[in-house]
């Protein structure tokens, strides 16, 4: 299993951009689609965007058009672009790997603390 740390969050005015940076203790070309969550206090975790094992990348309903999800194999980490902020982004966000299927990433490994995006107006 893999161990991801989360940085990069903040507080930002809505329509403010942020960059998140995900760090894998180890080797992400081996961990399946690659994904970024959020997760509000209250409400189930959300899959934002996902960069699938052939390259193609997906995104939430919410973030389409705003937000922008890369990766580095050779650094093992995990990238998301956030711009034209809004305060329904405001959330933890969260990396993970994992399975995959019709819509729903399935984590494989241990979830990592975090980083807190608040989005004011």
């Known amino acids: 299993q893999v161990q991801f740390v989360e940085s990069g969050g903040g507080l930002v005015q809505v329509g403010g951009s942020l960059r998140l940076s995900c760090t894998a203790s180890g080797s992400i070309s081996t961990i399946g689609a690659l994904g970024w969550y959020r997760q509000v206090v209250g409400r189930p975790r959300e899959l934002v965007a996902v960069?699938?094992?052939?390259?193609?990348?997906k995104y939430g309903d919410p973030v389409l058009g705003r937000f922008t999800m890369s990766s580095d194999a050779a650094k093992s980490a995990m990238y998301l672009q956030m711009n034209d902020l809004k305060i329904e982004d405001t959330a933890v966000y969260l990396c993970?790997?994992?399975?995959?299927?019709?819509?729903?990433?399935?984590?494989?490994?241990?979830w990592g603390q975090g980083t807190q995006v608040t989005v004011s107006s």
């Open positions: 960069i699938l094992e052939n390259g193609d990348t």
């Open positions: 993970n790997g994992g399975f995959f299927s019709k819509g729903t990433l399935y984590p494989k490994n241990p």
